[in-house]
């Protein structure tokens, strides 16, 4: 059966807290939708502004292959005709051919909020519908908090339902705005206004402050919906909407449905990535399908069911969803994983094969100093190369120098000024070549990742998409107490599509912060190498 899909990350999603999109952003946002094939790209609200006209136009314009940009706005208020809203007559003008327009589907919503009678929202909603319907527009109906309306009074509920389709609403969409319904709830009303509403194409909108966004989508989409929405990453207000890289190979792989072209589905990891780069969100790792560690195994036991039958502890192919094993290593994976591990460096290896018992010691021995490397492959995967003896030197530090910044009081004003800039001089040699440069940056770490990237930029132009994206600094069982201790950082970096970490360990946080530097620039030349 067929699902359409619908977005809402550039809308719904831009209300979450810290989530923010540039035009240009935007559209980079809708080319990655429209590549994994996406039907229903809701571009942003439509007020009628010329800005918002001159947007809408343009992303109307753009050659997509999959999906359908959509308008999204309020009906018309109680005191207004559509024929004299503003933001009405806008779309109408607009090239987009989809509309959304949300209207209140809850009695006591209309009371409350809007403060207006049930019977004047009934209006709103048939000549809001029929404005844009006259216009030549398609349009999709969110009924606003409809299951909370449903539980009060159901038989309102259902006359803002009749009253849209009556209007022409080419889809009636049931959505859980306060996200406090349960999943049984939910399945149960879908599957009752299916049967009341037999001619109706019903949509499915959920929101996750229950934590349950996609599973009250699952029901609703098992209830009878056809038509659902959600966000990348499930990114939004408050906790959040229904997980769409959940529910797209939930829906797809698990279940049958067909939700987006099957040749489209292995992109879907590194599209989950891009769009949260460009949202300034924070990737979960966590994430099923298509996080990091959505297929990583630590323990030993499970290495070795994994390598013997992958399925005792994967429920699909990583590769399906485009995202790949992850052996950790660490104090409770054995030789079995590291060999897994080696493999992909020098093919042929086996637990018992000498270079794997050699790579072993070498990990304990740097253990012992402190470091970790169960959340820093890159380094990792370095260290194997370097104990293989395949590790290609990219580049050599000849010197390098920090001077830490410290705010100065003008002689002539009495006034602190801004001191706290440092400043990193490098000097690097590459093949026959040297390079000397410098650069400026708020503290030391991030004053010696802009002057290293610097250098090399001109030997490996790759690094200038490079950057780090956290930064955290751990003190280490290991040496001294106190000040004295030795301290562990992890760097994690990324080049807007992949996404790798490092890590250093020192009594000297600059030094150790510059060994996981040093990795993550030297692991990203190795990806671009291979």
């Given amino acids: 059966m067929k699902l359409e899909i619908y977005d809402t990350t550039l809308r719904d999603g831009m209300q979450g807290a810290g989530i923010s999109f540039t035009d240009e952003e935007k559209f980079a946002v809708i080319d990655a939708l429209d590549r994994l094939g996406i039907c229903y790209i809701e571009a942003g609200y439509f007020a009628g502004s010329d800005a918002d006209i001159a947007f809408f136009d343009r992303a109307a314009a753009l050659p997509l ?7 999204f706005g309020s009906t018309r208020r109680a005191n207004e005709s559509a024929e004299n809203c503003e933001w009405l007559r806008a779309v ?19 009371e409350l909020v809007l403060r207006t009678t ?28 409809f299951f909370d309306g449903y539980s009060d009074n159901p038989f309102y509920a259902m006359r803002v339902i009749e009253t849209a389709a009556m209007a022409g609403a080419d889809r ?18 879908v599957e009752k206004m299916c049967r009341r509403f ?24 098992l209830g009878g919906a056809v038509h ?20 797209i190979p939930l829906l797809q792989l698990k279940l049958g449905y067909e939700c987006i072209d099957a040749s489209r589905i292995g992109s879907l990891t590194g599209i989950a ?8 969100f924070d990737f979960n790792e966590h994430e099923p399908f298509v996080g990091g560690y959505a297929f990583a195994h630590k323990a030993g036991t499970h290495i070795d069911a994994v390598r013997k039958s992958p399925g005792s502890f994967e429920h699909i192919d990583p590769s399906d ?13 054995g030789r079995s994983a590291l060999a897994e591990k080696m493999c992909s460096i020098m093919p042929g290896l086996t637990k018992n094969s000498p270079e794997v018992a050699a790579a072993l010691a070498k990990i304990k021995q740097y253990e012992a100093k402190g470091y970790q490397y169960e959340n820093a492959e890159a380094s990792l995967m370095l260290l194997l190369c370097d104990a293989l003896g395949r590790r290609r030197e990219f580049f050599r530090i000849d010197k390098f120098q920090v001077v830490v910044g410290q705010p100065y009081r003008s002689r002539h004003t009495g006034l602190l000024g801004d001191g706290s800039k440092c400043t990193a001089t490098i000097k690097v040699t590459v093949g026959d070549a040297q390079e000397i440069t410098a650069a400026e940056g708020d503290g030391p770490v991030n004053a010696l990742d802009l002057a290293l990237r610097k250098a090399l930029l001109g030997f490996y132009p790759v690094l200038d998409r490079v950057r780090l994206t956290d930064f955290k600094v751990r003190v280490s069982s290991v040496g001294g107490a106190a000040t004295a201790s030795a301290v562990r950082v992890f760097i994690e970096s990324t080049d807007g599509e992949s996404v790798w970490r490092t890590t250093g360990v020192s009594t000297d946080i600059i030094d150790a912060s510059w060994q996981a530097l040093l990795d993550s620039i030297e692991f990203r030349l190795m990806m671009e190498h291979q």
């Fill in 172 to 189: 009636v969409v049931l959505c859980d705005t306060n996200g406090g319904m349960l999943p049984d709830i939910v399945g149960m009303t």
């Fill in 65 to 71: 292959k999959n999906a359908s940009i959509v308008a």
């Fill in 198 to 221: 037999p001619d109706v194409k019903f949509g499915i909108h959920c929101h996750n402050d229950l934590g349950m966004a996609v599973a009250c989508t699952l029901s609703g989409i």
């Fill in 118 to 145: 049930p019977e004047k929202n009934l209006e709103m909603i048939a000549d809001t519908v029929s404005f844009l319907k006259a216009a030549g527009k398609r349009v999709i109906f969110d009924a606003e908090h």
């Fill in 273 to 280: 990535r891009q769009i949260c780069e460009l949202a300034n």
């Fill in 92 to 110: 109408k003008r607009c090239r987009v051919e989809d509309v959304a327009i949300f209207g209140k589907a809850s009695e006591r919503q209309v």
């Fill in 228 to 247: 659902l929405q959600g966000t990348v990453s499930g990114i939004g207000e408050r906790c959040g909407n229904a997980n769409l890289c959940t529910l």
């Fill in 321 to 333: 969803v485009g995202n790949r094993r992850n052996m950790l290593i660490s104090e409770l994976s």
